[in-house]
């Protein structure tokens, strides 16, 4: 593995999986990897579960870490080609990747989309011009679009948690007052899509109408706009608040009858209740279904540091 961008760059989903609870089961086997290697994590954006787990993911792996929040710790960075830099933003990429390319072995890199231009938030810009200039492996802390390491967790906590071969997962729509980009469900959608064509799951999404994801991360999902029809029977609810996206970056509604309560898990077989956190508590989600054991939400914040490990060993092994 070169680069950690999107699934595109997963040549064996399973093993990487399989890979990720191995990890789990033995934190420090693969110590030696690391040694004498460098991570830089470069924020764009808040973060607490990314940045953590995927600096414990590089310790265990027995790399040095370096973590720096790109405009407070920085100087701000112009992403643009050819451009007057007469603005805010003091630096430009092709000299801050090139040189953070000379310190370190792997860069990780966070930066939301803006949700103001769908073409150029869809183009993934900062992940890519880091890719071009920095010249080793990038791994994506949640772009624009994507948030893979998440995805990566959310397999592994599956995998972990089923009580049948073939799970139905279903992908809900929560309501938020602001804006959200669409990089969580995107991805989610995406890596199910995948555990779906594979027979591992059987994947279905539900959300008001207008929150259509991009047709690129739908795929064959079905989507039921009925959301009593699509928790039917559910083995995994996975909640996530998105802007829309065909009317990009609105919020189209606030209805509080798309939060999850206990009243949703009881449409569920047993259902469990998953998150990628931080979440608003009795605005997406009751407190009630949070508090219960139906609730993964800690134990998929919990494997991120093993996704993170699964995906610095194989870049390791590569270098
Ligand atoms: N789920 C997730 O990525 O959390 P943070 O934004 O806190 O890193």
Do not use: C, D, M, R
């Given at each position: 593995m070169t680069?950690?961008?999107?699934?595109a760059d997963v040549s064996d989903l399973d093993a990487l999986?399989?890979?990720?609870r191995a990890a789990k089961a033995n934190p420090f086997a693969d110590q030696h990897l690391g040694k004498n290697k460098t991570i830089g994590l470069i924020f764009f954006n808040s973060s607490l579960r990314t940045r953590l787990s995927t600096q414990k993911a590089a310790q265990n792996l027995g790399m040095n870490v370096m973590v720096m929040n790109v405009g407070q710790d920085s100087w701000g960075l112009e992403m643009e080609e050819g451009v007057l830099m007469n603005g805010d933003k003091a630096e430009h990429v092709r000299e801050a990747a090139a040189v953070i390319g000379r310190y370190c072995d792997v860069i990780g890199i966070r930066a939301f989309a803006e949700l103001q231009d769908r073409e150029k938030d869809y183009r993934e810009q900062v992940m890519h011009q880091f890719a071009k200039y920095a010249k080793v492996p990038i791994v994506n802390l949640e772009s624009a679009t994507r948030h893979p390491l998440q995805s990566l967790a959310d397999c592994i906590t599956i995998d972990e948690a089923k009580t049948k071969p073939r799970p139905k997962v279903v992908l809900t729509w929560l309501p938020h007052?602001?804006?959200?980009?669409?990089?969580?469900a995107n991805s989610f959608s995406e890596w199910m899509g995948a555990r779906a064509q594979a027979g591992e799951v059987d994947f279905v999404m539900?959300?008001?109408?207008?929150?259509?994801?991009?047709?690129?991360?739908?795929g064959n999902t079905p989507v039921i706009y009925d959301r009593e029809e699509a928790f039917a029977g559910a083995d995994f609810i996975y909640g996530k608040n998105w802007s829309s996206y065909s009317q990009y970056g609105q919020v189209l509604t606030q209805d509080p009858?798309?939060?999850v309560g206990m009243e949703d898990l009881a449409l569920t077989d047993s259902g469990k209740f998953m998150h990628c956190l931080p979440v608003r508590r009795n605005l997406k989600v009751s407190d009630a279904v949070l508090d219960s054991p139906q609730s993964l939400v800690v134990e998929q914040a919990a494997n991120r540091e093993w996704s993170a490990q699964a995906v610095l060993k194989e870049i390791l092994l590569s270098l």
């Open positions: 680069n950690f961008i999107s699934l999986i399989q890979s990720g007052f602001k804006p959200l980009p669409q990089a969580v539900t959300h008001p109408k207008g929150y259509e994801l991009a047709p690129e991360f739908v009858s798309w939060a």
